[in-house]
């Protein structure tokens, strides 16, 4: 969301978002980036009232002021869009490292979030990719700035990210970050608020084994996550696999059926993932609860 | 400001260099730039490319000379001509491929008393191997200002049978789109399935499947067969709509700003930011290029009308 704004900012906390992302760059325009620079630390505070992790999204033009205007307690990470070169990583690397500790944070806190969001960011991955150690995610690409690059429309039907999303998750996954997997579910609206089909995407997404959304408008935020989180049924299915796998390995076998289903260690091991990511979200889901409900009797 | 090639070259039309009717037609049927293809033999390549060229001429299109990079100092020596605009060079597979050629047509340059630099290189990605080292090859000389997938050659490179069916060649294609754009310049190639199975099509047709290479990220196709090239121009050149459509995002966009912000709501529930004011100002652009290019090619037109008249 535009830092600027405050009616975005000041009800984030209630919209029950896992994460948010004050975003310093795109949305805010040119005149007024001094000035949203000086709204960043009380942001952070109000937007993590909700229990969400807070990003902020900063810009390659700027970043030095950026990185000091952002950086501070209850902040989990940073984005730079449109990263083009290993040197502008390294120099906001250096400059988070500066700024934690002159904050007291404790160093290495703040995670990097690439965004080769252009031709020449793909063309640049294999050296970004490297360029910091806290780089934990890397490759995602798509919307308008790609599209920009591309110069393509978006919303056609047509998908003009194959190539880059392809060549972003392998090189990710051979440099041992993770990728955020997103399914392309064909959008011909474009609609921001539109949530069949955020809600779509995500169920879709997390089908191929992705675990991540993002959105700009409160409609979309419930169906995410609903969709995005493990349904009941596939929870009970999952247990069932695993139950039924332990049972194979008291008996020493490598391998059996379950209605017509083969299970192996592979399809365990895929049983107990989901669970897990299912207790997360409970995790998560209850927290954000609780800290709604303490941000909101606090405020009575 | 992101940096786009200036180039406008929507539809490439490859015919028959020995063929002086073909020519003719071709010159006729208004593409931006043609493609000669010379005879085999070199006696017979020296006597009819004078005569193509001026006539391929004639509609205002570029015209290039494809040449065969194992005989490609013979062919260069009867190719490179004042009134020919670049060389196009079939299935380079590194840097190294582009340099060899390069020295040859700077010698020609030379010869001829041509400017320096003034032949362009359009290289045609036809092996695995040209594909994989497509950054190399469109980086290896500003002579190069874009480079197209021959889809037919690629398949026969990697002993694929292509069908209608099924689409085997997405990532190569993006491959060549990205690295192509980050090098700030022109990828051509019409996709699937025309690329790999070329035929005369109706124009509706030619013109759905140009729409989606446009929207895969080509800005201009190569052309077999003439019929084609209506529709390749149409599909690469941004529609009345879309400029109507992106003035409305400008005016809206510049307004947000003047409100003080820059995420600004847009009928039909889209949001406008930075990008999307940036593409609306390219395509605008893009468009007036068109134009202007169109405009040239209808004076030569015109003109050349005059002179038979």
């Known amino acids: 969301m535009p830092i600027n704004n405050p009616r975005f900012v000041n009800a984030a906390w209630t919209r029950g978002c896992d994460g948010f992302t004050l975003d310093l760059q795109d949305s805010v325009p040119q005149s007024q980036k001094a000035y949203a620079r000086t709204l960043v630390q009380d942001a952070i505070r109000n937007v993590a009232q909700g229990g969400g992790e807070v990003q902020v999204r900063i810009n390659q033009a700027y970043i030095e002021a950026d ?62 990719v490297d360029s910091s150690p806290r780089v934990k995610s890397f490759g995602g690409v798509g919307g308008y700035d790609y599209a920009l690059s591309l110069g393509v429309e978006m919303f056609t039907g047509v998908d003009a990210f194959f190539y880059p999303r392809g060549l972003g998750s392998l090189i990710a996954r051979a440099h041992h970050k993770s990728f955020p997997l997103s399914a392309q579910v064909a959008d011909t609206s474009g609609s921001v608020s539109d949530a069949d089909h955020a809600y779509a995407q995500a169920v879709a997404t997390r089908k191929l084994g992705g675990r991540r959304g993002s959105g700009l408008h409160p409609n979309v935020v419930g169906p995410m996550t609903r969709g995005l989180t493990p349904p009941p049924e596939e929870v009970a299915e999952a247990e069932r696999v695993l139950a039924f796998w332990r049972q194979l390995d008291a008996e020493g076998e490598a391998e059996g059926m379950l209605d017509g289903r083969p299970v192996d260690r592979y399809e365990a091991a895929r049983a107990a993932e989901l669970l897990e990511w299912a207790k997360a979200c409970a995790e998560m889901d209850a927290y954000k609860e609780r800290m709604v409900a303490e941000t909101r009797a606090g405020l009575s | 400001m992101l940096p786009t090639s200036r180039l406008v070259r929507r539809s490439v039309l490859t015919v028959d260099g020995a063929n002086q009717a073909a020519v003719a037609s071709a010159s006729r049927a208004d593409p931006d730039a043609i493609v000669l293809d010379p005879p085999e033999d070199l006696a017979a390549m020296r006597v009819a490319l004078p005569e193509a060229l001026t006539a391929a001429k004639r509609g205002g299109a570029e015209v290039f000379v494809r040449i065969d990079k194992r005989r490609a100092h013979a062919q260069l020596k009867a190719a490179v001509r004042p009134g020919l605009d670049g060389i196009v060079l079939p299935d380079p597979e590194s840097a190294a491929d582009v340099a060899r050629l390069e020295r040859i047509v700077a010698d020609r340059e030379r010869e ?28 290896a000389t500003a002579r190069i200002r874009c480079a197209a997938i021959d889809e037919v050659q690629l398949c026969r490179s990697l002993a694929i049978v292509p069908t209608g069916e099924f689409d085997v060649l997405s990532f190569s294609r993006g491959r060549v789109i990205v690295e192509t754009l980050a090098a700030v310049k022109l990828p051509l190639g019409i996709g699937h399935p025309l690329a790999a199975l070329p035929r005369e099509a109706d124009h509706d047709e030619v013109l759905g499947v140009a729409d989606r290479a446009r929207n895969s990220g080509f800005k201009g196709a190569l052309c077999p067969f003439p019929g084609w090239i209506a529709a390749c121009n149409q599909a690469f050149t941004p529609s009345d709509e879309q400029v109507e459509y992106y003035r409305a995002i400008r005016k809206a966009f510049a307004e947000g700003i003047a409100r003080g912000t820059a995420a600004v709501p847009f009928p039909g529930g889209r949001m406008i930011d930075v990008p999307v004011d940036e593409r609306a100002r390219l395509v605008i652009d893009w468009w007036e290029r068109c134009q202007r290019r169109d405009a040239e090619k209808a004076a030569a037109r015109s003109t050349q009308g005059e002179r038979t008249a």
Do not use: F, Y
């Open chain 1, 67 to 128: 990185v000091a205007a952002a950086i501070w307690p209850g902040l989990s990470g940073l984005n730079m869009g449109h990263t083009l070169t290993s040197d502008q990583v390294r120099l906001m690397d250096a400059c988070v490292s500066r700024v934690e500790r002159e904050r007291g944070l404790r160093p290495g806190t703040i995670e990097i979030d690439l965004s080769p969001d252009s031709v020449a960011g793909t063309v640049a991955s294999e050296d970004l």
């Open chain 2, 112 to 139: 001829e008393g041509l400017l320096e630099d003034s032949i362009e290189i359009l290289p045609l990605l036809g092996t695995p191997r040209g594909i994989w080292n497509v950054r190399e090859i469109v980086n």
